[in-house]
C-alpha cells in the first residue's frame, strides 16, 4: 500500500490544477486546508490554488484482484517545496464486486459517521477512512496499520466546487491513530480537513 500511495502523490500532483488570479472568489482565504493536534503539536496546511505553500487535489487510488476492487476516494494536502513531507490523503475507502460507475464512487460520500476502513481486495475489506500522514521528516503513518477503537471520522459538508478544479468539497473532522508499521504510533487529535474530491 505504502508504494501505491508514493505513485499516487507523483501522478496527481502532476494533473493539479491551478487557478488565475482573477478568477479567485476566496478574497485570500483558503478554502482548502487541514488542522489537527498530532502527538500535542498542532499541524495547519492551508491551500489556495494561487499562491500558497501548500496545494490541494483530487486522490483516487485503487486496489483490484479480478473483479475485486478496493476503492479508495478523497482528498490530499501536499507541501509543494517537498512532495514527501508534511502531507495528508484522507480517504473512504468501499469494496466493490466489480469495476465501480463514477456514480458509485460519489455516493461513497454522505454526511455522517464513519468507522476506519482496512483493505483486503475481497469482500474482507472493511469499508470506512482511510489516512494517510507523512510528517515533517517524510515519515509515513497510516490508519490501517493498527486497531482504531475509540477513533472518530465525520463528514459534515459536501458541496459543488464551484472553480471546477473538481466536482466536489468536502469536510470532515476526525481523531485516530497512526502507525508506521514497525511498532510506531502517533495520535491524532481534534483534526479538521476541507478538501477536493472527484475529478
Not at 93 to 98: A, E, G, R, S
Not at 104 to 115: C, D, H, I
Not at 177 to 191: F, P, R
Amino acid at each position: 500500500m505504502k508504494k501505491l500511495f508514493i505513485l499516487v502523490v507523483v501522478s496527481i500532483v502532476a494533473v493539479s490544477c491551478k487557478k488565475n488570479k482573477s478568477d479567485d472568489n476566496n478574497q485570500g482565504q483558503f478554502p482548502y486546508y487541514f488542522t489537527a493536534t498530532i502527538n500535542g503539536a498542532s499541524v495547519k496546511y492551508e491551500a489556495n490554488d494561487l499562491n500558497s505553500q501548500y496545494a490541494c487535489g483530487t486522490s483516487a487510488p485503487f486496489d483490484a484482484i479480478g473483479d475485486d476492487y478496493d476503492i479508495y476516494e478523497g482528498t490530499f494536502i501536499v507541501d509543494e517545496n517537498d512532495f514527501t513531507k508534511n502531507n495528508i490523503y484522507v480517504h473512504l475507502l468501499k469494496y466493490f464486486d466489480h469495476d465501480p460507475l463514477g456514480a458509485e464512487r460519489l455516493a461513497m460520500f454522505q454526511v455522517g459517521s464513519y468507522p476506519y476502513g482496512f483493505g483486503s481486495t475481497d469482500p474482507s475489506t472493511i469499508d470506512g477512512a482511510s489516512i494517510v500522514y507523512a510528517d515533517a521528516t517524510g515519515k509515513e503513518w497510516f490508519s490501517e496499520l493498527g486497531t482504531q477503537t475509540g477513533s472518530t471520522f465525520s463528514i459534515s459538508e459536501i458541496v459543488d466546487n464551484p472553480d471546477n478544479t473538481s466536482i466536489k468539497i468536502f469536510k470532515a473532522t476526525f481523531s485516530c491513530k497512526l502507525y508506521d508499521g514497525s511498532g510506531g504510533s502517533i495520535q491524532v487529535n481534534n483534526a479538521v480537513i476541507r478538501g477536493k474530491i472527484f475529478n
